[in-house]
């Protein structure tokens, strides 16, 4: 069976405007990452995790994270939804300060 993807909110259960994910590609994080990527903005950075918003400032991405460490990006092409991906897993697999993920941003991004 093919999977499928949905958005909903966590408090209703219910789609309240996002419903289906489409397009944009998965990417797996460890559980622990994708806990703090679902923190509001402000814990997120006293949390460490500063990678989102570093992007943010840069490209147009849109992204839902699941608490099955599963998260889907979608940033308008390939090249973008990539390097959004890529810039989340590498920020978990090597536990980077907030300094190394500002540093991975602007490498990732120069190609963009």
Known sequence: MDPELECVSATTGKSEGMGPLKG???????????????????????????????????VRFEIAVGRNGRVWVDGGDVRTTMAVGRAVVECDEKAMTVEEQRTLVKRLLKGL
């Open 24 to 58: 944009g590609m998965v990417f797996e994080v460890s559980l622990g990452m994708a806990r703090r990527l679902m923190m509001p903005e402000k814990r997120r950075g006293e949390s460490g995790v500063v990678v989102l918003e570093e992007l943010a400032e840069r």
